[in-house]
């Protein structure tokens, strides 16, 4: 390579500090980035990668964007998960011989960022940090959450042997754009919970002693926080949270932590706590598939007009309430905006025009905020007062509170004394500052005004004077003022012009009053410049000391976007207000599915519900595509929009108020994941029956459905079982295996239900009408007609499925498997393999009706050779 140049051994020093990060290197008027972390960001940029002394042997390679245009590029890398430390050139330049003194300014992250370009309006944008401490049964494990953003900072804690577990819910819950890991045990430890996610928690170190930890707090919230809270009794989270401000310390970040209004403490604290897997199974706030906002619960639920609105909601969907008179309190006021649609049309069109104020203020404080935004913060300020007054006369109480919101009459009318109502993006040009409001500035703006009076007055003067008609009075950036005389006038200029420039055709002159004029003219203009730049920094740092006002009013206008969103999706999907009953009854009428409803295509026909106080497990068999799925998640999801505060998707719903809300869906649903399934299953089953009480709601999608049949219908068995006599919690339970609806004759408070199918010919028609009763038939051959398998196989599988109920009710094992016509239990010894190898050299055309008996009975022998040998038991 070579002997390396004074600025490449610096650029070396800075990359040594800072090997995971990408460095902006200031060069001038360009960040450059060199050897592999150019290749790397050419890349990601998509710029073109050059390299820098090419004449050399072995050139560095080089990649560099103009500084003004870096946002772009900085966004594109933090997109894709990278790091970047920017490296700006400090002092003189290249003072003392050569060397450009440089300094780390400031390291961008993609948990960190606060540029609007580089967000998501509708999500939260967290950085997690992770800390775990030795003690007790497991140890501790601490997260604090932050959003820079929007100064959302909170902070959580837990124990115990299902600590780990629940870390990794809150995880997935929160999607962190970026997560730091304090302790290495941990982060491998946390692994199998976040790779899946595509999510990884890069080392961080922090030495958590408490003393430390608590000066560190105390230094963000104040000497009064650490008693008020009893932080001492968290010391996991508490060192979450010092993690965090240390690392964002060392970011040096612009806004340096003065808009994180809040240490929230959110320690299970008066929330259902929804674990990950019941999410992604009920599709709260992505789907299962794409993992999009669309089409999830939260997208129906979706009527906000800001983005503070949408911000909150998600979390009001990921954290159902369970005290009944929060939740009460939010339907109240949905109920009212609900019934009143000229109120609601009238909050609409003022929460329309609101600035997001949570990153306003973010921005506000990392001093990213110019003279517009400000009048636009004026514009959004304005509007609250008369919002809360249109709420004057509500009853709701959520409604009520909010006509207390903060009067901010003095920083608006402040704002406006100040500012000139459409103001330039530019801070430094100028024209920011209201007549009237500075004398100074008036008096400097008259200065520039007069002087350009003045100079007319001088040109008309001078051509007077030299009798030159045509001469011209201009400025221009080089040369300032100049008096400008054509070719064939120059023998009229007088002796007291002085020559400035020379051009094609004339040539321009200066005068000792002109040059004086000048000097006032620039003097004032660049001084007026600057202090207007000093006045309108006044103007944000008093702004500034409003932030806990501005983000006390942002949280309520969040709320009251999401009361008027829950109303609005009330009234377009007919949702009705539920109820909540003490007898821990389950009486759904006409209920839907708020997602599959809003389908193109097939009518949603809605189905009841009822569980009394004695019915603890339903049952629900019906042919494939028949609806169970559909029917026993609209019930899950009825619940949890229930304890959000939400409408419901029926015409009337009675319910009971859950602790906990639990969906599981057997493992070939959901072959996306791969790898045993069958264990994951299970996996996901035990979880639920360490944890759910009779006060929970089960939702059980075919579970047992990963493995052999009689395994899983054992297993699927047992389950219920252990449900309906120790837990009693209330369980939806769709299952392929008939045989489990014997259950209902010998468990207490179990109920057979089945889909209604009608049978037209050979075909079968989907009622999806939920009656009670059981399914005699699985219809696997009619849906295989439906899905279009081609007639000779159709007929096949009849023939054999024909012969195999019939055998099977010989032999009163009722079995009917997904796929009927494959033998019950694949074997291992290759017994299925003789009877298919049977079964294809048959030649169907060549028998009579009685040689077909004849072969059928001998494969019938053949199965029931090998169902002797493990037959017992079953019945
Ligand atoms: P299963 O679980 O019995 O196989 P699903 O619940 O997955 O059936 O439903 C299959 C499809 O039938 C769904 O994707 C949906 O389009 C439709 N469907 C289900 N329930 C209803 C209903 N009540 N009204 C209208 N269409 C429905
Ligand atoms: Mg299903």
């Not at 909170?154 to 962190?176: H, T, V």
């Not at 965090?244 to 706590?273: D, I, V």
């Not at 202090?531 to 501005?550: C, D, M, N, S, Y």
């Amino acid at each position: 390579m070579g002997e390396l140049t004074p600025m490449m051994k610096q650029y070396l020093s800075f990359k040594e500090q800072h090997p995971d990060k990408i460095i902006f290197f200031q060069v001038g008027d360009f960040f450059e980035i060199f050897f592999e972390d150019a290749v790397v960001a050419a890349r990601a940029m998509d710029v073109v990668l050059t390299t820098r002394d090419s004449n050399k042997r072995n050139p560095i390679p080089l990649a560099g964007v103009p500084i003004h245009a870096a946002d772009t590029y900085l966004n594109k890398l933090l997109g894709q998960g990278f790091k970047v430390a920017l490296c700006e050139q400090v002092g003189e330049t290249a003072a003392q011989g050569g060397l450009v003194r440089r300094e780390i300014t400031q390291i961008l992250t993609p948990g960190t960022v606060t540029d609007p370009q580089m967000l998501e309006e509708s999500k939260n944008n967290y950085l997690a940090v992770i800390s775990s401490l030795p003690g007790g049964t497991g140890g501790y494990y601490g997260l604090a959450a932050v959003d820079v953003s929007t100064g959302d900072f909170r902070i959580n804690e837990w124990s115990g042997e299902d600590a780990l577990p629940l870390l990794g819910d809150s995880l997935l819950q929160l999607q962190p754009a970026e997560s730091i890991c304090c302790s290495p045990e941990a982060a491998q430890q946390l692994r199998p919970y976040l790779e899946p996610q595509g999510l990884s928690a890069a080392p961080y170190e922090f030495s958590a002693g408490t003393p430390r930890v608590k000066k560190i707090l105390e230094k963000q919230w104040g000497e009064t926080l650490w008693e008020e809270l009893s932080l001492s009794r968290y010391p996991a989270a508490t060192a979450a949270a010092a993690a965090a401000l240390e690392y964002l310390k060392g970011l040096q970040h612009p806004a340096r932590g003065k808009h994180f209004r809040n240490l929230e403490l959110s320690l299970a604290g008066g929330w259902m706590p929804v674990d990950g897997i019941t999410a992604r199974n009920l599709e709260l706030t992505r789907t299962l598939r794409e993992g999009k906002r669309k089409g999830s619960l939260l997208d129906m639920l979706d009527h906000c007009l800001t983005a503070m609105g949408r911000r909150l909601l998600c979390r009001w969907v990921e954290q159902p309430l369970l005290e009944k008179n929060l939740i009460e309190e939010r339907l109240e006021a949905v109920e009212e905006l609900r019934l009143d649609p000229l109120l609601r049309g009238k909050v609409r069109d003022e929460l329309k025009h609101l600035l997001d104020l949570e990153r306003f203020c973010s921005r506000l404080c990392s001093g990213r905020v110019n003279a517009r935004d400000l009048v636009g913060l004026k514009e959004t300020l304005e509007r609250i007062a008369p919002l809360a007054r249109l709420l004057d006369s509500c009853r709701a109480a959520l409604l009520q509170s909010l006509r207390q919101l903060p009067d901010f009459s003095a920083i608006t009318g402040r704002i406006a004394a100040v500012l000139v109502d459409d103001p330039p993006a530019q801070l430094r040009e100028g024209g920011l500052i209201r007549d009237g409001c500075n004398e100074e500035v008036d008096r400097l703006r008259s200065i520039t005004s007069d002087g350009r009076g003045w100079l007319l007055q001088f040109e008309k003067k001078e051509r007077h004077r030299t009798g030159i008609k045509s001469l011209r009075v201009g400025y221009n950036r080089n040369f300032g003022y100049y008096i400008e005389v054509t070719r064939p006038n120059l023998e009229l200029v007088p002796r007291d012009y002085t020559r400035r420039q020379t051009l094609v055709n004339a040539e321009r002159f200066i005068t000792g009053p002109l040059k004086e004029m000048e000097e006032q003219i620039t003097g004032a203009r660049e001084q007026l410049v600057q202090l207007e730049f000093e006045l309108f920094e006044a103007l944000r740092e008093k702004v500034i000391t409003e932030v806990p006002l501005l983000q006390a009013a942002a949280v309520q206008l969040a709320r009251l976007d999401c009361l008027q969103s829950m109303a609005e999706a009330a009234e377009r999907y007919r949702y009705c207000r539920p109820r909540f009953s003490e007898k821990g009854e389950i009486r759904i009428k006409k209920g839907r599915h708020p997602v599959v409803e809003r389908n193109p295509g097939e009518r949603f026909v809605p189905n009841d519900l009822t569980m009394d106080d004695k019915s603890s497990v339903l049952i629900i068999t019906g042919p494939n595509m028949a609806g169970k799925s559909t029917y026993i998640r609209s019930a899950a999801l009825i619940g949890l929009m229930a304890q959000i505060g939400s409408f419901v998707p029926a015409e009337e719903a009675e319910l009971p108020l859950f602790d906990r809300i639990f969906a599981r869906v057997g493992a070939s649903d959901d072959l996306s994941r791969g790898l045993s399934t069958f264990m994951v299953e299970m996996q996901e089953t035990a979880s639920i029956l360490k944890e759910a009480t009779s006060r929970s709601l089960l939702v059980l999608d075919e579970i047992g459905r990963g493995t052999s049949t009689y395994d899983g219908m054992s297993i699927a068995r047992s389950v219920l079982e252990y449900i309906g006599r120790r837990i009693g919690a209330k369980t939806l339970f769709s299952t392929h295996y008939h045989e489990l609806t014997n259950l209902e004759e010998e468990l207490p408070g179990v109920k057979n239900y089945t889909m209604a199918v009608r049978e037209k010919g050979k075909d079968v028609l989907f009622l999806r009408r939920v009656v009670a009763g059981r399914s005699d038939k699985s219809y696997g051959v009619n849906v295989a007609r439906l899905a279009g398998l081609p007639a000779e196989v159709l007929l096949r599988a009849e023939a054999i499925l024909a012969e195999l109920e019939t055998a099977a009710s010989r032999d009163r094992v009722r079995q009917l498997s997904l796929l009927p016509f494959v033998p019950k239990r694949p074997r291992e010894d290759g017994s299925a393999g003789k009877i298919l190898g049977k079964l294809e050299e048959l030649d169907l055309n060549r028998f009579t009706p009685l040689e077909a008996l004849q072969h059928l009975h001998e494969l019938q022998q053949l199965l029931f050779e090998d169902d002797g040998a493990d037959s017992e038991g079953e019945d």
